[in-house]
């Protein structure tokens, strides 16, 4: 039920909105006599006329300052305007203010007729009492007494309804006088809320951080996602879409075929995106503030943008559907007269938006507006449930009350569908007559990923290089394989040296590089989600080597104390950069998960690859990587020192001949000192990978460092024989 | 006349007239307040406020006509 449709409530709003108007009669008296007080005319003529001048100038004081009549009411002009904000620091109101804040608590009187418990719990009805009567202590006190005995979820959903008013009586009435513009505005649904009613800080000094030209880049649904989009125009079904989509920075245009044949168009925008308050999305919290406060944001021209790319015929009708922060920014849309003019906005649908005091640029868009009495982002530009003023007579606006109270559960675009489908069918079924051209088969469906501004193509520069086309038995693929987003681990594990010395042997690629007595092995796997030549994963074990080319032993007595420090000199060297790198690992087996990757194995690291499932989960503090029926590695990383990400460098032996294979790498790693991994191979595996890691003495290891990166971009090429000695 | 007589004699006007406005306001206010009490609707604290915004405007509506009627007399006297 809407409180607007309560004929009890009818009268307190009409009393409210009266005085509106006498507090408005009342400040334009007090703006004539300070006007009077402070005309230079007045000054001017004082020589002519002394003694008359000191009555008259009496007179207008008193008049501006007299507590029992207009009170402190000095208003108009800079000067004015300070002595009023004086007057309000020491308390002192004007009659205009005093007349406001009844008017203010006949709103919330009107809004106690549909929500008894605002004036019937004790708590509540003391908050409001307080803020209403000015005593500061004491509100402080009965909303530190709310939030004790109802916690802040229950404590600000109780007061949802009537939190426009309450704050504005709070700052009609305090004595801070940054916020009074605020109240002013609130109480006289004269414009949105210029500045937070607590602090008086201006929300346009805030959106205006949200800056950017707003891009839209395509974007594929996932399958499952796809699977749930509405097949046929409905508001459940746009909104449903919008539930579907959800708050990642996505929005959704479609195509609908209406019943008399005509295509028409649907843009669907989701509400704000969880995380920073201003990362790379328009659909941060700083974007929903703009779309609220500021005629156009970057969440409303990137939106622009992907109506734009979605190539609408000229003139075509488009519908508008959004939600929260996307009801806001779809009005943004409506009210821009050049985007009216490339395409014909015929309807605008809002859920749960702020969007009083946006005006369509076409009046015949028709215009729908759904928020629920308990949500309080719709009241964020000043106006709610208790606002008397009727400020769109032509918008179809439902307000409504129901029995789950809880913010921010009650703003979800679920719990707004799930209202919509089973208490509101009255509203439902109009919304979706006036929408009937737009219920048809949906014929196309497209969704964007929104930017403040226009992303760098993913690939420049470190991937925007030279490619060859190369043929495998599995298919064509680009080289060299160009990967835009994935992460890897490689752990480091101390092994016996003689385990490891056999398998380097006549390679010219050094002893293996030792710690405490002990080879270095490295088990490293890297998922590659998205790569040219598709996603997949992969996992390479080897012995970490010097590399060709290092100095021979010297004379003994200075063997030992050199080969120290070639050792030592090693470890700055598997640090550099994967293209200056000597230093690497000799593969002693490699895994993938995509028969074209094993197909091009030889070519791109040479050696035996095996095909098996691979899962990598990566996260900052922990790894899980599976390897079909070879192995398991898992566990936290510990901390982590933070560097480039250095790549990899592989070795291995192929007819001969020594190959080096190179991942040139992008992106940040973190150095784990003390991992708490385990590798476990699979108990009773036969496979060779799995036996060789036996025989490495891997079984139950615990890696003695790791290194993980959990976004990168890599390149990887052909593997190429290293030149003979 | 000069320019200044003249603004200050505008001032009077306007200050008279926003006598009366404020004047009425005092009707305005106690048919607001019949017309919740007639409809049971007139919350408790409705009658202390508008008592209070009453006299308020009763005295206010005072004080502008008694400026009023300064801002006349000063004009008078300051001319020529």
Redesign the interface.
Request: aromatic share 4%.
């Given at each position: 039920m809407t409180a607007e449709n309560d004929p009890a409530a009818g009268p307190l709003r009409a009393a409210a909105r009266e005085l509106v108007d006498i507090a408005l009669t009342i400040q334009d008296a007090a703006a004539h006599a300070t006007a009077a007080l402070t005309d230079d005319a007045l000054l001017r003529a004082l020589p002519h006329a002394p003694s008359a001048a000191r009555q008259t100038y009496r007179a207008l004081l008193r008049a501006t300052t007299n507590r029992q009549g207009l009170g402190c009411a000095l208003t108009g002009g800079r000067l004015a305007t300070v002595s009023a904000k004086a007057g309000a620091m020491l308390g002192a109101e004007s009659l205009a203010v005093r007349v406001l804040a009844t008017s203010l608590r006949l709103r919330v009187a009107a809004v106690a007729v549909a929500h008894p418990e605002l004036t019937g719990d004790p708590m509540l009805a003391r908050l409001i009492d307080a803020a209403a009567a000015d005593r500061d202590l004491e509100a402080v006190r009965a909303l530190r007494s709310l939030l004790k005995d109802r916690g802040a979820v229950h404590a600000l959903s109780q007061l949802a309804p009537v939190f426009g008013e309450v704050l504005a009586l709070r700052a009609l009435l305090d004595e801070n006088p940054l916020n009074d513009a605020t109240a002013w505005l609130i109480a006289t649904g004269k414009g949105f809320a210029t500045a937070d009613p607590i602090t008086g800080m201006s929300n346009r000094a805030v959106a205006v951080l949200d800056t950017g030209e707003g891009a839209a880049r395509r974007i594929e649904l996932t399958a499952a996602e796809s699977a749930r989009l509405c097949t046929r125009g409905s508001l459940l079904g746009f909104l449903g879409n919008i539930s579907t989509i959800g708050t990642t920075g996505r929005a959704l245009v479609q195509s609908v075929e209406g019943p008399d044949g005509v295509i028409r168009h649907v843009l669907q925008a989701p509400g704000m995106r969880v995380g920073r308050p201003d990362g790379e999305s328009p659909q941060d919290l700083l974007g929903a503030f703009s779309s609220a406060v500021l005629a156009s944001s970057p969440y409303s021209r990137a939106l622009a943008e992907a109506v734009a790319d979605y190539g609408l015929p000229p003139g075509a009708e488009l519908a508008l559907v959004g939600h929260s922060a996307g009801g806001a920014a779809i009005m943004n849309l409506a009210q821009d007269p050049d985007f009216c003019a490339r395409h014909t906005v015929t309807h605008a649908v809002a859920v749960g938006s702020p969007v009083d005091f946006k005006h369509p640029a076409d009046p015949r868009t028709w215009v729908a507006s759904v928020t629920n009495q308990h949500d309080i982002i719709p009241t964020l530009d000043g106006q709610g449930a208790g606002t008397c003023f009727d400020l769109h007579p032509d918008w179809y606006v439902v307000d409504y009350g129901d029995s789950t109270h809880l913010f921010p559960h009650c703003h979800s675009i679920e719990h707004y569908l799930a209202n919509i489908t089973d208490h509101l069918p009255e509203a439902r079924d109009l919304i979706d007559e006036r929408l009937t051209p737009f219920r048809g088969q949906v014929v196309r469906s497209q969704a964007y990923l929104l930017f403040d501004r226009p992303p760098d193509p993913e690939e420049f520069p470190f991937l925007t290089v030279p490619t060859r086309a190369v043929e495998s038995p599995e298919g064509t693929v680009e080289l060299p394989i160009r990967c835009r987003d994935g992460n890897a681990l490689t752990a480091y594990f101390a092994v016996r040296p003689t385990a490891a010395a056999g398998l380097l042997e006549g390679t010219g690629l050094g002893p293996a590089v030792q710690v405490a007595g002990h080879a270095l092995v490295a088990v490293h796997a890297a998922w590659n989600r998205h790569t040219s030549a598709g996603g997949y994963g992969e996992l390479h074990v080897g012995v970490v080597a010097p590399g060709p080319f290092r100095r021979r032993s010297r004379p003994p007595v200075w063997s030992d104390l050199l080969r120290r420090r070639s050792c030592l000199s090693v470890w700055p060297d598997l640090l550099r950069a994967a293209d200056l790198r000597r230093s690497g690992s000799f593969l002693v087996g490699s895994a993938v998960d995509t028969t074209i990757v094993r197909a091009l194995g030889p070519r791109l690291w040479g050696g035996e690859t095996y095909l098996t499932p691979l899962e990598l989960r990566l996260g900052t503090r922990s790894a899980h990587v599976t390897v079909g029926q070879i192995l398991t590695l898992r566990g936290r990383l510990g901390p982590g020192l933070p560097l480039s990400d250095p790549g990899l460098v592989g070795y291995t032996r192929e007819a001969g001949a020594v190959l080096r294979s190179c991942v040139r790498t992008r992106g940040q790693a973190r150095l784990h000192p003390a991992p708490s991994l385990r590798l476990v191979v699979e108990p009773q595996s036969t496979h060779p990978l799995a036996d060789q890691l036996c025989e490495l003495g891997l079984d139950g290891a615990r890696p003695l460092l790791c290194l993980s990166a959990t976004t990168r971009q890599t390149l990887r090429d052909a593997a190429v024989p290293v030149p003979p000695a | 006349m000069?320019?200044?007589?003249a603004?200050?004699i505008a001032?009077a006007e306007?200050?008279r007239s926003?006598?009366r406005?404020?004047a009425a306001?005092t009707e305005?206010?106690r048919a607001?307040e019949a017309?919740?009490k007639a409809?049971g609707?007139a919350?408790h604290?409705?009658h202390a406020?508008?008592t209070?915004?009453l006299?308020?405007?009763a005295?206010?509506a005072?004080?502008?006509e008694?400026?009023a009627?300064?801002?006349s007399?000063?004009?008078?006297?300051?001319?020529?």
């Open positions: - | 000069s320019a200044q007589i603004a200050i001032h306007v200050l926003d006598a406005a404020l306001c305005r206010l607001i017309g919740l409809g609707g919350p604290w409705l406020s508008v209070a915004h006299a308020a405007c005295a206010a005072a004080d502008l008694t400026a009627q300064r801002l007399r000063y004009a008078d006297e300051a001319s020529p």
